[in-house]
């Protein structure tokens, strides 16, 4: 497999967008990353998306953006893996160019939230867990991370104060991110007193629903020179399955698929868990966090909430997490967060990061995003040199 690079990036603004639908936003985003790389055409084009069928009516995605976009008669396919959909079309365009079939891919992750109604969106969100056994029982999404939250607390010792460590790293990164959609710090005073969403869950635990587009250009090492932009290396992208529903599992909080992509994820770049100077996780909710963190083997098991607490994970800490907001502060637009976290860990490796997020030095970052209750993790690690 040949040597992959990200050659430039693009990404709208986390928000509720009003005035822009989906065709709209992933254009946004897709002529950002065009322009930086300096191309008017890709060979391939993939989409990240979850719900476009289900909230907007609109199959058929990947054509339908690639034709507002310009791309006319350009190979394009739609990538689903539920919240993991945005990674799920990164690596689909790395392999493409990495085995020889393209020259230079482009991917894009877009998703529109917030013009359905609540009850709406929730059952959308819902269809990520096993349709038959635990949606039809009536289980939503947030209450499934409530049995995992309360199961981990039972488990490990803890109250559910000290989760807060989680949200206020996210939310003071978020504050210097001009994308985010949540740019103000949150107290622990402000976390114990949030409205209870499904217990212990509650409301500054869990990732808003929000629109949004990210994406990249991707090419080969033969043709990195022809681009102007700082080339960031794809060291490694793997993909990993757990079962869908959580009681089909040997230990519920123990994210197998995590450990699995990151170990693949490792072995293939040739680095460690030492290399990695940051992590953009998929902190959907604080305990995916806490889960994510032991699972990808940066925390032992039931720990990872002491270290967050002890400010391990904060942006000058040993390994900071949510650079620029995660999916709690920066928001959590679900096709499009995998390539938000890759945008993201592209800047910091950069140096392109505002100045009070910029990992110094940063020369190796991995991203995790996660579909569903972990039933599909894809763990990617960048570089900022060639491996």
């Known amino acids: 497999m040949r040597p992959v690079a990200i050659v430039g990036v693009g990404q709208t603004p986390v928000r509720e967008h009003w005035d822009a639908g989906l065709r709209e936003l992933a254009v946004q985003a897709v002529w950002q990353a065009l322009d ?10 993939y989409v990240g998306n979850m719900l476009s069928g289900t909230l907007t009516g609109q199959e058929h995605l990947a054509t339908l953006i690639a034709e507002y976009a310009g791309l006319a008669g350009v190979e394009a396919v739609k990538a689903e893996a539920a919240c993991g959909s945005g990674a799920a079309a990164f690596r689909q365009a790395m ?14 992750g877009v998703e529109k939230l917030t013009e359905t109604s609540t009850h709406k969106t929730t059952d959308g969100l819902a269809s990520a867990a096993d349709a038959d056994y635990e949606t039809a029982m009536g289980i939503s999404f947030v209450a499934l991370n409530a049995l995992l939250m309360r199961r981990y607390m039972h488990e490990y010792g803890y109250r559910k104060a000290d989760f807060a460590a989680f949200v206020e790293v996210a939310h003071r990164n978020a504050v210097h991110n001009p ?3 949540f740019r103000h710090p949150v107290t622990r005073e402000q976390y114990e007193r949030a409205k209870i969403v499904a217990d212990p869950v509650n409301l500054l635990d869990s990732s808003p629903i929000a629109d949004g587009a990210s994406a990249v250009v991707l090419t080969s090492l033969e043709r990195v020179k022809e681009f102007p932009t700082v080339p960031v290396w794809v060291a490694a992208c793997e993909v990993s399955t757990d079962t869908i529903a959580l009681d089909n599992r040997e230990n519920p909080l123990w994210l197998k698929a995590a450990e699995q992509s990151v170990r693949k994820a490792l072995k293939n770049s040739g680095l460690t868990h030492r290399d990695i100077q940051l992590f953009e996780l998929h902190d959907a909710f604080s305990i995916m966090s806490a889960l994510s963190l032991e699972g990808s083997g940066f925390a032992e098991k039931g720990e990872a909430v002491k270290l967050a607490d002890e400010g391990y994970f904060a942006i000058d800490g040993t390994l900071p997490i949510s650079t620029f907001g995660g999916l709690k502060a920066r928001g959590h637009p679900v096709g499009a967060t995998g390539l938000y976290q890759i945008v993201e860990a592209t800047l910091q490796l950069r140096g392109e990061a505002p100045h009070s997020i910029q990992i ?8 995790q995003n996660i579909g569903g209750s972990g039933a599909t993790i894809i763990t990617t690690i960048l570089t900022k040199e060639r491996l």
């Open 179 to 181: 994308n985010a959609m």
């Open 95 to 108: 392999l493409a160019v990495a085995s020889g079939a393209a020259e230079v891919a482009l991917a894009v």
């Open 36 to 45: 930086e790389s300096g191309r008017t055409s890709v060979d391939v084009f």
């Open 360 to 367: 110094p030095d940063a020369r190796t970052a991995m991203a």
